[in-house]
């Protein structure tokens, strides 16, 4: 006797329609990838603009030639539509990184001496670990409200505490990498600004899913990664305010950097803006990738996309939740807004040996482990434990996110595979 423990599901709604032919993404026909928050696939756009710019391919700021001379244009270009599509003001910088991590470790390292900064233990390891000692990490907190009544209550103390003319940074993630959830980023950004400290958004998992506008969140940096955002070849980008960009040591040293070399052995005189944080030969494919991304996205109905996913987010939830052994990791209220990624475990089952069968048994990618943000996930597991009552659950999570080239199948389908090994 069969029996069937996922509830069959209605179809998607009307509205949820599919994303232009550019934000098509590549894909290998039968593999079901639901792993978009590590790493997302190639948007058509993307593969288009590095396919049409590669003939071309030479040097970029460094020749005379009529293919250094294109080149260096479509960098160029490729900055201003990355910042324009997120924003940016128009004495930010957007200096071209390798991706998230990579940025918001060269803001740390630019830095005034003496700045204290801020952030919470809900944070992806990029905007954990790279701050320098004496930095502030909050509590998780238990709600969005929360996190605006903590970041308020530290920074009152700090500035109590501390010399008030030495600068503070305020380091926060605009959607978990965990659970998906939307983090109250205006709100924080109106907090800090009124403790005269600044702000630095890490949009890794925002950007891909809803619009990301520097000025209108009033956001003193961002930091982005085009491996999440639909464009491969190992660009990101850090836009924002250029003053401590600009009086901060390069991050990197070397050609391309400087504006004049002398004799001496530090005689060296550094440039200002981007290509002060640019030295050697930039990664022309990557950002030519990212601005073809983000012009698509611009192009497309935003609307329309973020009702598509979140179809498929709550199709995916409640047939997880209909699932007696499957838990869902949740940092607030069960209804908090969030974007398309959930992390669970099954019960009674190693997450690393069921991600293992839901690969080789039905072609189906998703994440297992920690997931780079080891507090936070091992605190949600112990709320998992204590809200369920079960002692069965195991020591890492599992993760299923979705984007641009998901599908109703796709999700069925995994939720018919957690059912049948669970």
């Keep these: 006797m069969s029996v069937t423990l996922v509830p069959s599901l209605p179809s998607l709604p009307a509205v ?7 934000l098509d993404v590549l894909g290998v026909p039968g593999e079901i990838n639901l792993d978009y928050a590590a790493t997302a696939p190639c948007a058509r756009a993307a593969a288009d603009a590095v396919t049409e710019l590669l ?10 030639g009529a293919l250094s001379r294109r080149c260096t244009l479509a960098y160029e270009r490729a900055r201003q539509t990355v910042g324009d599509f997120f924003g940016a003001r128009a004495d930010d910088h957007v200096i071209f990184t390798r991706n998230t991590t990579d940025a918001l470790n060269l803001l740390a390292r630019s830095l005034p001496a003496g700045t204290t900064v801020v952030t919470f233990a809900g944070e992806h390891h990029a905007n ?15 709600d969005p409200a929360g996190a605006v009544r903590a970041l308020a209550a530290a920074l009152t103390e700090l500035r109590r505490d501390s010399n008030p003319a030495l600068p503070v940074l305020v380091a926060v993630t605009g959607a978990s990498n965990v659970t998906g959830e939307l983090w109250p980023v205006a709100e924080l950004a109106r907090v800090a600004h009124r403790h005269g400290a600044r702000i630095v958004l890490d949009a890794a998992q925002l950007a891909p899913h809803a619009p990301v506008d520097l000025h209108a969140l009033d956001v003193d940096y961002l930091a982005v990664s085009g491996h999440k955002l639909y464009a491969p070849f190992g ?6 305010r250029a003053d401590w960009l600009d009086a901060a040591p390069p991050y990197l040293v070397g050609g391309g950097a400087t504006s004049n070399v002398g004799p001496a052995t530090h005689d060296v005189t550094w440039a200002t803006g981007p290509a002060r944080h640019e030295a050697g030969t930039p990664n022309l494919l990557g950002a030519v990738a990212l601005a073809a991304v983000c012009a698509a996205l611009a192009d497309a109905d935003r609307v329309a996309l973020h009702a598509r996913e979140q179809a498929l987010l709550a199709r995916l939830r409640d047939g997880l939740a209909a699932l007696p052994h499957v838990v869902e990791l949740r940092t607030f209220d069960a209804d908090a807004p969030r974007v398309g990624i959930v992390s669970f475990v099954v019960a009674g089952q190693d997450s690393a040996t069921v991600a293992a069968r839901l690969a080789s048994e039905h072609r189906i990618g998703v994440r297992d482990g920690l997931f780079c943000a080891h507090p936070l996930a091992r605190r949600l597991l112990g709320e998992a434990a204590a809200r369920t009552g079960r002692r069965d659950l195991p020591a890492t999570a599992l993760r299923a996110s979705i984007g641009l080239g998901s599908t109703a199948a796709q999700v069925d389908r995994l939720l018919a595979a ?3 090994l669970a």
């Excluded at 949820?16 to 032919?21: G, I, L, R, T």
């Excluded at 003939?55 to 005379?64: I, K």
């Excluded at 660009?235 to 924002?240: C, E, Q, T």
């Design 16 to 22: 949820a329609s599919a994303p232009s032919v550019a």
């Design 55 to 64: 003939p071309w391919y030479a040097s970029v700021h460094r020749g005379a």
């Design 128 to 142: 954990l670990l790279p701050w320098p000692r004496g930095s502030v990490r909050l509590p998780v907190p238990a």
């Design 235 to 240: 660009a990101g980008v850090l836009v924002g």
């Design 418 to 420: 957690l059912a049948e």
